[in-house]
C-alpha cells in the first residue's frame, strides 16, 4: 500500500501546496476506506503533479477535498468500481468541488483478491466530458 514510495525522488520538487507527508496520508486514508472493496488505491506520478497545477482555476486542490472526494467515492461507488472490468478506464466528477479524476483498474499482482485503482490524473474543470467514450463516468 505505499505506493507512493516509488515517487521519493519526485517529492518535493513541484507540489508546493501538500506535504509529501499530507499526500502520503491521503492515500493511506484512500486505501482504508477502499479496503473493504478489497481495492487498493494508488496515486500515479501525474496524479501527484496534477494536485498544484495552477491550471486548476488558479485554486489549489485541498487536503479536505481529497479527503471530501475520496469519502464520496468509496461510499457512493466502491462496489461499481470493485466490479469494474480489468484494465476498465473511467473518470469520476465532483460536481461539488468540480475535481475529475480520471482512473483505471487493474489486477494486484501481489493479492489476486484485491483491485489497484489507479488515480491516473485530477483536474478542477467544469462540465469534463472524458475523451474516451468508452469510460465509464462517476458522478458523485
Known amino acids: 500500500m505505499k505506493h507512493l514510495l516509488e515517487f521519493s525522488?519526485?517529492?518535493?520538487?513541484r507540489n508546493d501546496h501538500l506535504s509529501d507527508?499530507?499526500?502520503?496520508?491521503?492515500?493511506?486514508?484512500?486505501?482504508?476506506?477502499?479496503?473493504?472493496?478489497?481495492?487498493?488505491?494508488?496515486?500515479?506520478?501525474?496524479f501527484i503533479d496534477q494536485i498544484s497545477n495552477e491550471r486548476n482555476n488558479n485554486k489549489p486542490i485541498t487536503f479536505e477535498?481529497?479527503?471530501?472526494?475520496?469519502?464520496?467515492?468509496?461510499?457512493?461507488?466502491?462496489?461499481r468500481i470493485y466490479n469494474f472490468n480489468d484494465e476498465?478506464?473511467?473518470?469520476?466528477?465532483?460536481?461539488?468541488?468540480?475535481l475529475n479524476t480520471p482512473l483505471s483498474i487493474s489486477r494486484n499482482v501481489k493479492n489476486n483478491k484485491m483491485k489497484n485503482l489507479n488515480m491516473i490524473t485530477i483536474m478542477r474543470k467544469n462540465k469534463f466530458i472524458p475523451n474516451n467514450s468508452n469510460d465509464v463516468v462517476i458522478d458523485i
Open 21 to 46: 507527508d499530507e499526500i502520503k496520508d491521503i492515500e493511506n486514508f484512500a486505501d482504508n476506506l477502499f479496503k473493504q472493496y478489497n481495492i487498493d488505491v494508488v496515486f500515479k506520478k501525474h
Open 65 to 79: 477535498e481529497l479527503e471530501n472526494l475520496f469519502v464520496r467515492m468509496a461510499t457512493k461507488a466502491g462496489n
Open 88 to 98: 476498465q478506464t473511467g473518470v469520476v466528477r465532483d460536481f461539488i468541488t468540480k
Open 9 to 13: 525522488s519526485y517529492f518535493g520538487k
